[in-house]
Every structure is written in C-alpha cells, then in structure tokens.
C-alpha cells in the first residue's frame, strides 16, 4: 500500500510487529514501512527508534515516561529516505509530507 502524509502535526509514536508475531497474536502478517521525504520544514523531525540497550532499560525508560530522553529524534529534509522495520518506534512530526509504502496490513500498536 503506498500513500502520502502531510503532517501539519506530530503523528501518534507506533510500532508494528513482524509477520511472526503478527500472524500469531493479531491473525493478519505484521508491517514493514518506508518512507520518502517529500518536503520538510526547516527543523522537522521524525521519531525512528529509541536510545534502550536492553529490554530492562526499554521497560524502566516506557515507565518513566521520559519521552524526551527516551526516543530517538532524527532531522529530515526533502529527498531523504528511512526503511523502518518491524518493531521500530516511529512518529511522523509536523511540517512533513511523506510518501509512504507499507507492506499490506491493519497490524498498528499505539505507544503514546
């Protein structure tokens, strides 16, 4: 499925599964993404990925609440292209028109 965003704000922080887990807890195959920068305001930012380095750390750092510290910003520009893989935090920010393509599935959790 390909489709474009324009974010005049920050999308909701997801995370979609892999075929496995998808296919064993949802009954439908998980989700790959990726996403073409189309246009970027000066200062836009994606959320792809956090700064965990265990599990442990992932779960005190979601229970801290502590999004700032925790998630990982990246600035983008027009022409920049991001692969975004199952299990990967990831946001869209405001002032983006993204061109989207995705692997064919309703599999979304919502993180924030």
Known sequence: MTKILDAND???VQVHPDDAYGLEHEGELGKIECWYIIAAE??????YGHNAKSKEELRQQIESKDWENFLTKVPVKAGDFFYVPSGTM????AGIMVLETQQSSDTTLSCL
């Open 42 to 47: 000066p200062g836009a930012e994606i959320i």
């Open 90 to 93: 990831h946001a869209i920010g």
């Open 10 to 12: 920050w999308l909701s």
